[in-house]
C-alpha cells in the first residue's frame, strides 16, 4: 500500500503563489505518473498537471503558463507551483501516483487533499 501525503494549501489573494507538495510513501511503480487533480464543490475532479517518471508532462489548458509541475524521483516527491492564482482556482487538490500504463487516475493512489482557496 502506498501513502500520499500532500502539503501546502491555504488562503492566497488573487494574483498570489502556492507551492503544493506530495510525498508518496514508496515507489510501488518503477515507472509511473504522479500528478494533481483538483475537485470545486459540485464539481467533478479534473486534471491540473501530471508529469511521468520519465519527463512527460500534460497541463490542463486553465493553467498553462500559470502552474509549473516538477518532480524528485529520488525522494518520490511532485511539487506543484501556483502563480497568478484565479478566485477559480479555488479546489482541494488531490496528489495521484499511477502506473504508467494506466489509462485512468482512478486505477492509482490518491491523497488526502489539501484545500487551496483563492479569495480577497
Known amino acids: 500500500q502506498v501513502q500520499l501525503v500532500e502539503s501546502g494549501g491555504g488562503l492566497v489573494q488573487p494574483g498570489g503563489s502556492l507551492r503544493l507538495s506530495c510525498a508518496a510513501s514508496?515507489?510501488?511503480?518503477?515507472?509511473?505518473?504522479m500528478g494533481w487533480y483538483r475537485q470545486a464543490p459540485g464539481k467533478q475532479r479534473e486534471l491540473v498537471a501530471t508529469?511521468?517518471?520519465?519527463?512527460?508532462?500534460n497541463y490542463a489548458d486553465s493553467v498553462k503558463g500559470r502552474f509549473t509541475i516538477s518532480r524528485d524521483n529520488a525522494k518520490n516527491t511532485v511539487y506543484l507551483e501556483m502563480n497568478n492564482l484565479k478566485p477559480e482556482d479555488t479546489a482541494i487538490y488531490f496528489c495521484?501516483?499511477?502506473?504508467?500504463?494506466?489509462?485512468?487516475?482512478?486505477?492509482?493512489?490518491w491523497g488526502q487533499g489539501t484545500q487551496v482557496t483563492v479569495s480577497s
Open positions: 514508496s515507489s510501488i511503480f518503477s515507472t509511473n505518473i
Open positions: 495521484n501516483l499511477r502506473a504508467i500504463f494506466a489509462v485512468s487516475p482512478w486505477s492509482g493512489y
Open positions: 508529469m511521468s517518471s520519465g519527463g512527460g508532462l
